[in-house]
């Protein structure tokens, strides 16, 4: 959904026109949980009232776990991830308790200190760090419940890690998914590059209730040694361009008897 001013904390201040990009952050946690585009100038969001007003103050363009999230953090080639702290799987709670008192200290005395520094960001058309305020749905609640989640899921064994031989086997069951039951994958979507084959079919098609799907944690630790691998197999046809060095999946051999024979599952 986009941000409302009502939705608002605290506008920083500083002249911006429609168009500007900025930062969404909750108040008491420094770390962005979404990227949205100004709709109104900042005379506009003074003329309606400032934080808390009424208008529409921010067309968001991507948000924590939204599409491009799952994107980002199923990307085969990705760095590990580390969530930013407070940020949890059903929303974003703050990481201390003087998100109110920071913000108005910021608004007195570091106002155009912050201002300064949003204004070198905008000209290299970087992210304006400055919004502070947007509520998270049950954040009242959120601290509360991540504590008791917290305190139930110290008491249990940490799940086991996966072998590298158990993560090959994973993702070989989802590639065999992939291609014998998704439908999406027809000739006209060929060549597929390697990385977006694994986003939007692989990593969907693990079986339920596994862990994520981690091509370094497996003997293959590279996407091109996997299609590498298929090829070998005869399940798909792969090529490298010789010029970007990239693999991609060039045909699907349905008639191949682990093709034509998987056992469908579940899907996470």
């Keep these: 959904a986009d941000l409302m ?36 100038s900042s005379a506009e969001v003074r003329d309606a009232g400032g934080a808390g007003g009424k208008g529409r103050f921010l067309r968001i363009l991507t948000s924590y776990r939204d599409a491009l999230w799952d994107y ?11 969530p930013n702290e407070g940020f ?12 109110g008192e920071s913000d108005e200290s910021d608004d007195e005395s570091g106002g155009d200190e912050e201002a300064a520094a949003s204004d070198v960001e905008s000209d290299d058309d970087a992210v304006n760090k400055a919004v502070a305020g947007l509520t998270i749905d049950g954040g009242d ?3 509360a419940e991540g504590a008791e989640e917290g305190a139930e899921e110290g008491t249990e064994t940490p799940p086991r890690q996966l072998t590298s031989a158990e993560m090959d086997a994973l993702i070989e069951s989802a590639v065999l998914q992939a291609l014998s039951r998704d439908r999406t994958i027809d000739d006209k979507s060929l060549p597929m590059l390697g990385t977006a084959f694994w986003a939007r ?19 293959y630790k590279k996407m091109s040694a996997l299609l590498k691998h298929v090829h070998k197999m005869g399940w798909a046809t792969c090529k490298e361009d010789k010029r970007t060095k990239e693999t991609a999946v060039t045909g699907i051999v349905r008639s191949h008897p682990d093709v034509r024979g998987h056992t469908p599952h579940g899907t996470a």
Excluded: Q, W, Y
């Design 88 to 99: 949890l799987e059903k929303g974003v709670v703050p990481i201390g308790g003087d998100a």
């Design 201 to 219: 079919h692989v990593n969907p098609s693990r079986p339920a209730g596994t862990t994520p799907l981690d091509i370094k944690r497996s003997t």
């Design 72 to 82: 980002a953090a199923s990307h085969a080639s990705r760095p590990p991830l580390v």
């Design 5 to 40: 001013l009502p939705g608002v904390g605290r506008v920083p201040p500083i002249d911006f026109g429609r168009g500007r990009l900025f930062a969404v952050v909750v108040p008491g946690n420094p770390a962005p949980i979404a990227i949205g585009e100004a709709e109104m």
């Design 141 to 143: 609640d959120g601290d």
